[in-house]
């Protein structure tokens, strides 16, 4: 862990390229559980709870969703790879922003992500709970 | 605290090959199955879940369909919530009621029944009771399943879809009825069987998406409700109780409202029944909650379940684990209903002995 200039906290999660374009995994991130995501290059990371009734959201698959053609009418598959539905209702978010495709007021907690010297570090602000003890 | 609906599946149905007749092993073993080698003989409903419709978190690490392994159903269900006890319903056997062969439908449901008890029943977990499906389609049948293993201490209700040929109050299913009372068991409708053999369970015919067809299947437990109560299922059997698993809760009050106002002026239809149809629902009717209703505002919920007695007519079910799972800890409940909601229904329905050290002197 490093502290930054402004004291948030950056946790190393793993190397650069154990997560390849459209992985999805689950690291500990002192004490809390935390999803990582590679859409197309850039990676996300969001806790793992959901925020409808908190079940295990990066457990969940990622996937697309769809938007209307002109018509209006013909479903049309779109932002593969960036919507994660919870593993338990199967609510859409997208990870990129963490907001709810149902109703974007309703979010799941996200983290920023650095990529330091081919390492994944997860971003936590400095007034965030210790969630594990041995930290 | 009791999960009244908790899906324990086989990983392939070849599991259940031992238990089957020669004819009927060989049907399944060498004959047409709808989804491969593994798949359960069933005709599936025309609309397809988009996503599958199991909880994508409960899929086994080594294998096989969700609710097919006991480690992993603790790890996520029993001992998480520390449930007392959960009432299994099986997942793929009611389908049996979609077949059009009713002698193999019923072959199927026997052998299913063996199969949980070997399976589940003798696992040795005393938290585990089962339903006894039977293939209502083969009336017969199912009254000899019934009679057969109702003794079983580890059954606790006749369990059927609730997608039907027709209502379950028509004197077509008597002699299920007549084997359930006799036995001491009540009669389950789980939601299912909505294709092949039944009809259809839309009244206004095919919705087009799964959700809108899922939102609508409280049709059938519309339909069972107002059956079992205008044929005097009741009156006949006075001991029975009818138990509606995942048909939904807040429309039951508007059609007791309906039936009642009906009765009153057109009793002379039924002149079997004596009380009003919502005074029968209230004894002898009972709900499980999921997929509870979950509007905005709570007081609208709440309305309706004070309007049919929910306090003592609601079975609280997770339904795990399927895709519209509810947990224990997430159901909004009016205040002061959750001994009984959460267990002493059950309890009492069910008639599950309370274990030593649980909490005592609930009122009722």
């Not at chain 2, 047409?32 to 199991?54: C, I, K, M, N, V």
């Not at chain 2, 006749?158 to 039907?164: C, D, I, M, N, Q």
């Not at chain 2, 909505?194 to 009244?203: E, K, M, R, V």
Request: aromatic share 8%; hydrophobic share 35%.
């Amino acid at each position: 862990m490093s502290v930054g200039a402004s004291g948030e906290r950056r946790v190393r999660v793993c190397a650069a390229r154990e997560l390849e374009p459209g992985a999805q995994r689950i690291v500990s991130v002192r004490g809390r559980e935390v999803g990582l995501f590679n859409v197309a290059g850039d990676l996300y990371a969001l806790h793992d709870r959901c925020p409808h009734r908190g079940g295990s959201l990066c457990r969940g698959p990622l996937t697309g969703t769809t938007t209307t053609d002109e018509d209006g009418r013909t479903p049309v598959y779109d932002r593969a790879g960036r919507i994660l539905r919870c593993s338990w209702h199967g609510w859409e978010f997208d990870v990129t922003t963490g907001r709810a495709l149902v109703d974007p007021r309703i979010r799941a907690r996200t983290y920023p992500v650095e990529v330091v010297d081919g390492d994944v570090y997860v971003v936590l602000r400095r007034d965030e709970p210790r969630l594990d003890p041995d930290a | 605290m009791i999960d009244c609906d908790v899906h324990n599946s086989w990983a392939s149905a070849r599991e259940l090959l031992p238990y089957l007749d020669p004819y009927s092993r060989d049907c399944l073993e060498r004959g047409e199955l709808p989804g491969g080698r593994d798949s359960f003989p069933h005709a599936h409903r025309p609309w397809l879940h988009p996503e599958g419709f199991e909880r994508t978190d409960a899929v086994p690490p080594g294998g096989g369909p969700p609710g097919s392994d006991y480690g992993l159903m603790c790890e996520q269900l029993l001992d998480r919530y520390d449930l007392e006890y959960a009432i299994l319903t099986g997942d793929e056997a009611i389908e049996v009621s979609t077949l059009a062969n009713a002698a193999f439908a019923s072959a199927l449901a026997r052998a299913s029944n063996s199969w949980t008890i070997d399976r589940w029943l003798s696992l040795g977990d005393d938290r585990l009771r089962a339903s006894l499906v039977v293939a209502p389609q083969d009336p017969a049948g199912a009254a000899a399943e019934i009679r057969r293993l109702g003794d079983h201490p580890g059954f606790v209700q006749v369990l059927v879809s609730s997608g039907a040929q027709r209502p379950y109050g028509d004197p077509f299913y008597w002699p299920i009825w007549d084997a359930a009372a006799e036995v001491g068991l009540p009669v389950a409708a789980h939601l299912g069987g909505q294709g092949g053999l039944n009809a259809h369970p839309h009244g206004c015919g095919p919705p087009t998406f799964f959700y809108e067809a899922h939102a609508l299947l409280c049709e059938t437990g519309m339909g069972h409700v107002a059956s079992v109560i205008c044929h005097g299922i009741f009156e006949r059997w006075p001991s029975m109780r009818f138990v509606l698993i995942e048909c939904g809760v807040a429309w039951l009050p508007a059609l007791l409202w309906r039936l009642d106002a009906d009765y009153k002026a057109l009793r002379k239809e039924t002149p079997w029944l004596r009380r009003l149809p919502s005074e029968y629902a209230r004894d002898h009717i009972r709900l499980s909650t999921q997929p509870l209703e979950d509007p905005p505002d709570r007081a609208h919920l709440h309305a309706a379940l004070e309007a049919i007695d929910g306090r003592h007519t609601l079975l609280y079910a997770s339904d795990y684990p399927h895709w519209d799972f509810d947990a224990p800890d997430t159901l909004k409940l009016p205040a002061g209903w959750q001994e009984r909601v959460m267990g002493e229904n059950a309890r009492d329905l069910y008639g599950l002995t309370r274990r030593a050290g649980d909490a005592v002197a609930v009122p009722a």
